[in-house]
């Protein structure tokens, strides 16, 4: 990917302006390219110690492979959604450091080892800070850079606290390892809790958990709509994925340390803290989501719902190895990327087409673009959960895991939550099909890189709905299951 | 992969889908060949019911009870999301077979019925079969997953009609609110569903967790759900999530007091959406309810069916009353349908062969009735632009065939023997007289008092006063004045109106004077659960 990466610096360069637009092709045709070559030539080895790579810093497991597929399928539709955006098409430079965005996202996925999970995290954050605020003439978007870098700056260093801390105390970097160690030791709880807590304010920032959500309105809503389906996608699979790996190898429940005496069980005390998160985020995401007028912040507010949602898998996970929350989580995820990318892209065509972000300016789309009104309908299914949707499926394995987890009362939680989620999501569908617009009948402009990023979402979010959902979920389950092997 | 396939099943869910798929991508001019599309897909699907209908084999079925298992006809059976427990199993027993038959015959009747539909056509048809597949998909489920899954994706089909076609005075408020309502009622029913997949798979001790109504009807029989749910409570799983289950979908059936998104529903919904949901939907409730409430839960139904009945009694009587004092022709209708379908969640919590057998009957009598009667009253809106009934008046003059159709609709809601709402209401009735299989579990001490006979001679006041509002409706719309200068041009109705009548009639007439067409079907499917309640 870093070579992709400069040979579109490069070709940036030397290409004339006019082919310039092209450049999207080529960063988003090249990421899905590298999917490829990773799920073809690079699976995961089979022996555990063989999987940890580039001296133990990252592990290459099936549960790296499948999140690293996710991030990079979000940079790949990001790029290709980039292409109908004015200012930002034939920025070659855009697309390099969009591409640098994804290789941070992708080391999260894999990293074990304190070190490089921050490395990791800052990666992502500093080039997103950048592609956020790239609009410099535009005052929405360098606001929006500027919130996300003070508050992502702020968050890091505590983060880097605590983690320095987890170093402190054991003397190790590498997460399976501090793991072993800690569970040993005879630390203070409080000591413990507060390492735990500083690292998870960083966590909590990426994926938009309250109360470090504060950044996501203002920021989703500013950004270049690009780098917003990038932000809600790849950055998020990312950190969902180092969240879990973190917390399962450094705070493991006793049961997988094996039957060693006097190891101690932290695992208590951030299942609840998820679990208190999780309860959090949704309903607050959901409630201020019902009085949104602007489509991007309506989005912004559905995703730190789905935080809270996806957070109800993590603190699922069981420790009986059966890795139903796990599974339910990276499934979630997955579908997820796909259908934000779809209601991010329709979101630039219809921008673009009524020079708004307001609901109510959607209004007659149906009539406009049947098809485009359809995809945004199926995006809003999949968040809101209903078949035939993937979301459907995603939200009834997290509801199964909680359930399965004796966590019924967060399940009823999450359930309340739905419901109020499908309100404002039908609101949206009501403003499309039902209200009439001012320009009926003149049809929204749908260029060739939009109808293949929309279609392979869609076809997507349909298909891990219906008929695809098998495979799906077991690569979930497998990926799932390598997080349990600790070392 | 495949376990069996007969493909009849999947074929009936399918065709409606395609055809759903095939009208989206014709250009929004075609709308005859839209409407022919649909019309040819519900035909094709209705004729293949009437193929499941018909090659039932009841003497099958029964023997299969003898023996204690459970009975599916026209199996499919494939693998689907096997780490999770998920097949693609579709079965009909005799409860679902007629379902299916009613569905088919609401879909058909309603395509027809929509003939006239102008505005947006191709989308309209389009979405009307995703809610006639949806619909299908959750009679036809053996396995759980698969019923939910139909059970939600009706759902939203269901809102985009009533929202961008119904009646604009009400229909955003009335779409909503009906989603909504649906919505929560399936959801805490899911809670329930899941705490049954995972006590069931816990049980067989071999971590083989399966959604399959064989798997956890046998789990039942085990007496799986009569542990104590938790270590907290000595309450049995059974006990504790009945209300739940049962409650959860029976607010798709209208059970008071969540029968509120009902009425609303009913008149802004544009008429076929009407003649589904009143016809079908609700029928939804009533049978999820049975399917995963009474037959897996019997204790649970023991102790919990003998207050539930009350509930369901405030629907019969209640519901009449309000009916009575409605000016709006539609929402006579749309209370009707909360009172029957009150007639049919009672006939299940008789609790033995008769009453329930009669609760089948008259889910299928009512399904075809309330469809006959919004296709009624669709016509005589169309026309006259105004529902208010005492500013109707006369219009047998100008539309006989509706008045004799809404004259025959109306018997049936009164139970006039000759036709089918005699059949399916005596049963119930009867029923109620005879009281449970088994002495309901008090949950207050009625030691000798069986109460089921009241609660019989109450509601057959609700046949009064359905009688009562009935024919003041009848009197007051078709007969008495015609007022020419308010309605000065009435259109005849259509050749495929007069088809849709014409089915819809057939059924009614031939339910009433030849019950053993479906009776022996739904006794076959109700004798297992009533002999796992008595048990």
Known sequence: MTILAVALLALDVVWPDARKRDLGYVAGVGLLAVIGVMLVLAPPPGEVSDQLLLGGMIRHDQLAQIFRAMVILGGALSCLVTMGVPRLQHRGDFYAVLIVAVVGASLMSAAADLIMAFIALEMTSITLYLLVGYLRGDVRSSEAGLKYFLFGAFTSALTLYGLSLLYGFTGETNIYRLGGVLGRSDLPDGAVAVSLALVAVGFAFKISAVPFHFWTPDVYEGAPTPITTLLSTASKAGSVALLMRFFLAVFPPAGLLGALEGVKDYSALWVQLVAVLSVVSMTLGNVLALVQTNIKRLLAYSTIAHAGYILIGVAAISTDKSAEGAAAVTFYMFMYVLTNALAFGVVILFANATGSEQIADFAGLSRRSPWLALAMTLALLSLAGIPPAAGFVGKFLLFRAAVDANMVWLALVGIINVIIGLYYYLIVVKVMYMERGPEDGRPVRVDTPYVWALGIAAAGVLLFGTIMVSPLVDWATEAARALYILL | ?535
């Open chain 2, 1 to 535: 992969m495949v376990i069996t396939f007969s493909g009849v099943l999947t074929g009936i869910l399918l065709v409606p889908v395609l055809g759903a798929v095939v009208i989206l991508l014709l250009p929004k001019e075609q709308k005859d060949a839209a409407r022919i599309i649909a019309a040819v897909t519900t035909g094709v699907a209705l004729l293949l019911a009437l193929g499941v209908f018909f090659g039932y084999d009841v003497n099958a079925a029964n023997a299969a009870a003898e023996q204690g298992e459970v009975y599916f006809a026209f199996e499919d059976h494939v693998k689907w999301i096997e780490s999770v427990g998920i097949s693609w199993h579709l079965g009909v027993d005799g409860i679902a077979a007629p379902m299916v038959l009613l569905t088919a015959l609401a879909g058909f009747t309603g395509v027809l019925i929509s003939w006239g539909i102008e505005d947006r056509t191709r989308e309209f048809m389009a979405f009307f079969l995703l809610l006639v597949a949806g619909v299908f998909g959750v009679f036809m489920a053996v396995d759980l997953f698969v019923l939910f899954f139909f059970y939600e994706l009706a759902i939203f089909p269901m809102y985009f009609l009533i929202v961008i076609w119904g009646w604009a005075k009400t229909r955003e408020y009335a779409a909503m609110k009906l989603t909504l309502y649906i919505l929560v009622g399936s959801v805490v029913a899911l809670v329930g569903l899941l705490v049954l997949y995972f006590k069931a798979g816990a049980a067989t001790g071999t971590g083989d967790y399966s959604f399959d109504f064989r798997a956890l009807h046998a789990a039942a029989q085990a007496g799986v759900f009569d542990q104590p749910f938790a270590d907290w409570t000595g309450v049995s799983t059974a006990r504790l999530w009945f209300p739940a289950i049962f409650i959860g979908f029976g607010v798709l059936a209208g059970v008071w007091p969540f029968h509120n998104w009902s009425p609303d529903g009913h008149v802004a919904a544009p008429t076929a959406v009407s003649m589904i949901h009143a016809g079908v939907l609700m029928k939804l409730g009533a049978f999820a309810a049975l399917r995963v409430g009474v037959q897996l839960l019997p204790d649970g139904a023991r102790a919990h069916l003998p207050w539930i009945i009350f509930l369901t009694l405030i629907n019969v009587v209640y519901g009449a009353l309000i009916a009575m004092r409605q000016r709006d022709f539609k929402y006579v209708i749309g209370f009707s349908s909360v009172s029957h379908m009150g007639l049919v969640s009672m006939g299940f919590a008789t609790m033995n062969v008769t009453g329930m057998t009669g609760a089948g009957l008259q889910m299928f009598s009512h399904g075809v009735m309330t469809a006959l009667f919004f296709a009624c009253v669709g016509m005589v809106y169309d026309r006259a632009h105004t529902r208010d009934i005492p500013s109707l008046g006369g219009f047998v003059q100008k539309l006989p065939l509706v008045a004799v159709a809404f004259i025959v609709g109306g018997f049936v809601s009164m139970g006039m023997p000759g036709l089918s709402g005699f059949v399916a209401e005596f049963p119930i009735f009867v029923g109620l007289w005879h009281g449970p299989v088994t002495e309901p579990v008090a949950t207050w001490p009625t030691d000798s008092f069986n109460y089921y006979g009241a609660i019989a001679i109450v509601a057959a006041l609700g046949i009064i006063i359905t009688a009562a509002y009935v024919l003041r409706v009848v009197g007051q719309v078709f007969f008495g004045e015609f007022d020419e200068e308010r309605f000065p041009a009435v259109s005849r109705i259509t050749v495929y109106d007069k088809i849709a009548l014409g089915i819809l009639i057939f059924w009614l007439v031939l339910l009433g004077v030849y019950p053993k067409v479906m009776a022996p079907m739904i006794e076959s499917g109700v004798k297992p659960i009533v002999s796992m309640l008595g048990g």
